[in-house]
């Protein structure tokens, strides 16, 4: 089993960055391919990005492209998510996850095994 805990979120104002973290222990952090999901208040939690297992292949939300981007650092166990000309529709909960499993159905919540607690990134207009 992994355990995994984000930090950085916060307010901030649009266009502004953050740049979120997800430690990770238990298991080898490499033994996991990376996600971060986001929900939205009354909305269900979507897929923003994942990351391979050596950091070499990243996908993206086309909603995120070009704004965010995903990376680890395998050596720290932990990955991250720098957000930049955040936007108020950015205004989510923050979710890491990790998974085993192949990257065909990536954007799925289904495809992850593992998750964190969540943290909140409020992007006021």
């Known amino acids: 089993q992994v355990q995994l805990v984000e930090s950085g979120g916060g307010l901030v104002q649009a266009g502004g960055s953050l740049r979120l973290s997800c430690a990770a222990s238990?298991?080898?952090?490499?033994?996991?391919?990376m996600g971060w999901f986001r929900q939205a208040p009354g909305k269900e939690r979507v897929f923003v990005a994942r990351?391979?297992?050596?950091?070499?292949?990243?996908y993206y939300a086309d909603s995120v492209k070009g704004r965010f981007t995903i990376s680890r650092d395998n050596a720290k166990n932990t990955m991250y998510l720098q957000m930049n000309s955040l936007k108020p529709e950015d205004t989510a909960v923050y979710y890491c996850?990790?998974?085993?499993?192949?990257?065909?159905?990536?954007?799925?919540?289904?495809?992850?095994?593992?998750w964190g607690q969540g943290t909140q990134v409020t992007v006021s207009s």
């Open positions: 238990g298991r080898t952090f490499t033994t996991y391919a």
């Open positions: 996850a990790a998974t085993t499993a192949s990257p065909s159905s990536y954007y799925s919540n289904q495809n992850y095994d593992y």
């Open positions: 990351i391979s297992r050596s950091g070499l292949t990243t």
